[in-house]
């Protein structure tokens, strides 16, 4: 079967190949090109199946109208459905999406923004990791259009988005707290990341303020790859909760959530009866989990659409002009049955 060229739309349409050219690139209302035009153009090339030679257009236009998502791990919930919402919204704008998965891992991360240069991305959307601060830095001093998700560098300033993570946990603890709950335990990894570093601060504020002559350190620090051998983990996630006799615990992160309710159920302590569990990060297990788990919701869509809106913006495409490109916000408090 024969491949549909430019220059077939254009006899069909009854127009020439620079009539299509300017409506499939976006150009018609600047080129004067009648609605009826454009819209006959559509129709063909939507019936035709018609699919433009990327490398072609990237030469004529400077633009792949591709972008690239990196995050840590695409089986993650908060990063899968991410990139969801990443895609539609691109779609939006006449873009496409390529996925990447670092794994926390500089060096693959590295290399994975090589390849995607050299396949001549626009721009990145860019869940950083550990000792990336040079690639970032790099993007900064080649004005390659990037918008960081998630977390970023204090020390490098480029544009990004995520939730106010101290809020986030302030939140939590403030309804522990309010509940009567006095040894509230807290489990966390130890990344060296700015999202990860705000929610231990509010943690160990939140104790302080509430218990300011306590000694007792009620906060777990887990390796980087603690998913890597559950068994282990959850080992130590058992020890924390006997050994410091907590009546809550503040999981902070989706991932460490779900080791510990299955940590809790081998224990064999009832939630909240004897137990009570909050976790920042949703997940669909502390949904449908007996009792449903309290969680701290990162609203992913407001996430996703900002960092995609700051990212046209950069490339030129943007329907309207954002107002901030260092963007924060407020995470969701969902109060269920296991507080």
């Known amino acids: 079967m ?27 209302e600047q080129m004067r090109i009648s609605k009826p035009i454009v819209e006959k153009v559509h129709q063909i090339v939507k019936k035709s199946g018609y699919q433009p030679n990327r490398v072609a257009v990237s030469l004529r236009t400077g633009k792949s109208k591709i972008i690239g998502l990196l995050v840590d791990d695409i089986s993650n919930q908060f990063f899968a459905s991410c990139a969801k919402f990443i895609e539609d919204e691109a779609n939006e704008y006449g873009y496409k999406v390529i996925f990447c998965c670092t794994e926390n891992d500089a060096h693959r991360a590295r290399t994975l923004l090589n390849i995607l240069n050299y396949q001549q991305v626009d721009g990145f ?36 988005v995520l939730v106010n993570n101290y809020s986030g946990i302030e939140k939590g603890m403030t309804h522990l707290i309010r509940k009567g709950y006095k040894r509230i335990g807290f489990v966390t990894v130890d990344l060296k990341m700015i999202q990860m570093d705000m929610r231990e601060q509010a943690y160990k504020d939140a104790q302080k303020k509430e218990q300011p002559a306590s000694k007792q350190k009620l906060l777990l620090k887990l390796p980087i790859n603690c998913t890597d051998d559950r068994e282990a983990t959850m080992q130590m996630i058992i020890s924390f909760i006997r050994d410091t006799e907590l009546d809550a615990v503040f999981f902070a992160t989706n991932y460490l959530g779900i080791l510990g ?3 809790i159920q081998q224990i064999g302590l009832e939630i909240p009866r004897d137990i009570a569990v909050i976790c920042f990060d949703d997940n669909d297990i502390f949904r449908l989990h007996t009792p449903a788990i309290t969680v701290i919701r990162q609203p992913i869509d407001k996430i996703a659409k900002s960092s995609v809106a700051i990212l046209m913006d950069q490339l030129g495409a943007g329907k309207h002009k954002v107002q901030r490109i260092q963007v924060e916000i407020d995470p969701e408090f969902v109060v269920r049955k296991s507080t």
């Open 2 to 28: 024969k491949k549909i060229s430019l220059k077939d739309i254009a006899k069909m349409a009854g127009v020439s190949t620079s009539t299509v050219s300017f409506v499939l690139n976006g150009k018609a």
């Open 125 to 160: 959307i860019i869940t950083p990791t550990v000792k990336m601060n040079k690639d970032i830095e790099q993007l900064v001093q080649y004005k390659k259009p990037f918008v960081l998700m998630d977390r970023y560098f204090p020390e490098i300033n480029t544009p990004y």
């Open 261 to 263: 309710l299955e940590s």
